[in-house]
């Protein structure tokens, strides 16, 4: 019976590999950001130099909000794979950078919700930017969807501080 179950152990802890093919296509999708980000940044240039068509401080917001986005989703590989699949070495490496492998679920779970609110707000403010151009309900539900990942944020943020208090208590 202790073999069967040393070998059902040794098949589940094998089995979080499973989940790294997730983070690698997370890295294969800021490459298509990264395609994303270009196409816009030429935009910008040519509104600049060439006097296309366009705002370019909306260009410039939706680089913005494509790099948090890119930074969100390597932030997700990385700690993702560190938490859920295998550690990163070399530990000392002098560009590895000072979050990796203190990032753990919670802290994942804030910096997500976090980030969800940056680009929301960025999205909400090119919204404002183009105004005369948004119709009044569509302004209303980005509003009343920002104001609903900021709530969620702060019950995240809430939730984590109570239950960090409950563990300091118990010690």
Do not use: C, Q
């Not at 040794?10 to 499973?18: D, E, T």
């Amino acid at each position: 019976m202790k073999r069967l179950e040393n070998l059902f152990e040794s098949l589940l802890f094998s089995a979080r590999w499973l989940l790294a093919p997730f983070f690698f296509g997370l890295v294969l999708a800021i490459g298509v950001l990264f395609l994303k980000f270009g196409k816009e940044l030429l935009s910008l240039f040519a509104m600049v130099f060439f006097g296309a068509e366009g705002h370019p401080i909306l260009s410039i917001l939706t680089l913005v909000d494509t790099a948090l986005l890119a930074s969100l989703l390597l932030i997700i590989a990385f700690s993702g794979y560190e938490n859920f699949v295998s550690k990163f070495g070399p530990d000392d490496h002098e560009d590895r950078p000072a979050w990796m492998g203190s990032v753990g679920f919670s802290d994942l779970k804030l910096k997500l919700i976090g980030a969800i609110v940056a680009i929301s707000t960025v999205e909400l403010l090119k919204t404002f930017l183009d105004a005369e151009n948004t119709n009044p309900e569509t302004m209303a539900w980005k509003v009343g969807i920002h104001l609903t990942f900021v709530t969620s944020g702060v019950l995240f943020a809430l939730t984590d501080f109570i239950a960090g208090k409950n563990k300091a208590s118990k010690k």
